[in-house]
């Protein structure tokens, strides 16, 4: 299934009083202390630039009415009003920026949120504009970068398996203005394509995230991602059971085994037309289109969010089209190995030795550690076929959500490229947080029979997540600089719809998986 249609996006410099939509949207921030406490409701809040027009449009009474129906500038809040005729849009509506910022436009994750939530609550009209604050000079393209995902990604719906209409259920919003001092100007032209596209990836990667497990195995999962990429002229590799098990990828093919549908290992190359700068960029992403657990299984609560656990291959294949499209300066590979991890008469056992593509020998402790045994062959093959970064991403462990919650990653790996997450991440509102592979978390994984264990010998889960920091390290090779991106909690939103995520797939990191190419492309 996919979302039913995508957001048409596009910049006007037409005075925001005058465009002919059905919903004009406009940015308010809080007020607080002294200048907010002394004037009653109409003074705690504070027209955000943009909104000039329409203001004056109200005669100076838009801020007091907005305040009447209980709008304060939280961030994310949005407030409708009719505007009965005094300006061209019969609706304006305010979305919440929260405190005014001094000197400067509101952060680009303020807007993107801000953007996002606008658009979701205009569900069922058809034409919107935004008026957000955006500054007027070379340095907006990150807020209106911000502004363009947020719409775009605050559209997104996934079309679902009902079979009956739903008379409560709006269309997305079909178009988008945004509204800029210059329409034609090249830069934000630019901006907004390049958002179309990461969007767009976003979008795609949501929609496989969102397929309901027995739609998405992973031979139907490879042959959706090797489509999508030979339709982007990406080279496409795909090796089934048989290549896999005679290609010695003992992890992806012990995970496999106990599912009647067989794993794949989806190799995906970008090639820049003039050779590029020299470096070379390897992904990885786990593909565990449903985990039970298998021997190990898991719990019957929530077992339907396994649905999920191919999140981090969802991302990269989706990444990996946007880079396609953006044409950066660097090479970049993919490798996204996908299982589906099932109890049966052929599972891999606890107790099984497992050699993997690297040679290594792997004591399977537990059948529910099963995403570090098919990232560790996609990490061995990705430094056997040669890179000089590799990024790997994948809803790993539950150790991530208990230590860093539900929107901030885990990155662990090279110290330099773990910062170069985080900053990445804090640019595309995709935080992450560096975390460390203490020498004893590996010393708890010594197995008596084998080069290392999957998880604690003891069955420890303390440090539970750096135990798949320090499994994972086993596969890379000292050439290579590395990053692991723990998305266990940011790649699946199980509560309520807020600023540009909606209920479901987040596609993250799919923005920072492309800003990172995109940083290498530039910085080597």
């Known amino acids: 299934m996919t979302s039913p249609r995508t957001t048409n996006l596009s910049l006007v410099d037409t005075d925001p009083a005058e465009l002919a939509v059905d919903a004009i949207v406009i940015g308010v921030h809080s007020q607080t202390g002294e200048q907010g406490a002394t004037s009653g409701l109409a003074g705690t809040l504070l027209l955000a630039s943009g909104a000039e027009s329409i203001a004056a449009a109200f005669d100076g009474k838009l801020t007091e009415t907005l305040a009447l129906l209980g709008a304060t500038g939280g961030p994310g809040e949005v407030i409708k009003l009719a505007t009965l005729g005094t300006v061209t849009a019969p609706l304006v509506t305010a979305v919440g920026l929260g405190p005014e910022p001094s000197g400067a436009a509101p952060a680009p994750e303020t807007l993107r949120r801000a953007a996002g939530a606008a658009i979701r609550a205009l569900a069922g009209a058809p ?122 990828y003992g992890g992806i093919v012990a995970v496999g085994q106990g599912s009647e549908a067989p794993p794949r290992l989806v190799k995906l190359t970008y090639t820049p037309q003039d050779g590029g700068n020299g470096k070379r960029v390897a992904l990885v992403g786990k593909g565990i289109t449903f985990d039970t657990g298998g021997i190990s299984i898991k719990p019957a609560q929530g077992m339907w969010e396994m649905k999920s656990d191919m999140a981090g291959a969802a991302a990269v294949g989706a990444a990996m089209l946007a880079i396609a499209a953006l044409k950066p300066t660097v090479a970049v590979s993919a490798y996204l190995p996908m299982a589906e991890n099932m109890p049966s008469g052929t599972s891999y056992r606890p107790g099984d030795v497992i050699t993997m593509f690297n040679g290594k020998r792997v004591e399977v402790l537990n059948t529910d550690a099963e995403g570090r045994m098919i990232l560790g062959d996609a990490i061995a093959r990705a430094c056997a076929d040669g890179t000089d970064y590799l990024f790997e991403t994948s809803t790993l462990t539950g150790g991530q959500v208990i230590a860093l919650g539900k929107r901030m990653a885990g990155v662990m790996g090279t110290p330099q490229l773990c910062d170069r997450v985080k900053v990445a991440g804090d640019a595309v509102g995709e935080p992450a947080w560096p975390m460390p592979l203490p020498d004893d978390v590996r010393k708890g994984m010594e197995s008596d029979v084998a080069d290392i264990s999957q998880v604690n010998a003891g069955m420890d889960r303390a440090g539970h997540m750096l135990q798949g920091g320090v499994f994972l390290r086993e596969f890379v090779t000292d050439d290579v600089a590395w990053a692991h991106i723990d998305i266990a909690g940011p790649g699946y939103h199980s509560g309520e719809p807020t600023g540009y995520w909606t209920k479901g797939g987040t596609g993250v990191p799919v923005r920072t998986l492309v800003q990172l190419v995109e940083d290498v492309a530039t910085n080597g």
Do not use: C, H, M
Not at 217 to 223: K, L, Q
């Open 127 to 248: 034409r919107v504009a935004l008026a957000l604050p955006l500054p007027d000079d070379a340095d907006a393209s990150a807020e209106l970068r911000a502004v363009a995902e947020g719409a775009l990604l605050g559209g997104y719906r996934f079309a679902g398996y009902k079979t009956r209409p739903q008379p409560t259920r709006r269309e997305p919003v079909a178009e988008v203005l945004i509204a800029v001092p210059d329409a034609s100007d090249a830069g934000a032209q630019s901006e907004v394509a390049r958002a179309q596209a990461v969007a767009g990836a976003v979008r795609l990667s949501r929609d496989w995230v969102n397929t309901a497990p027995n739609e998405l195995r992973p031979p139907s999962f490879a042959d959706a991602v090797a489509s999508a990429a030979r339709e982007a002229g990406l080279g496409v590799e795909v090796l089934d059971e048989a290549a896999l098990a005679a290609g010695g």
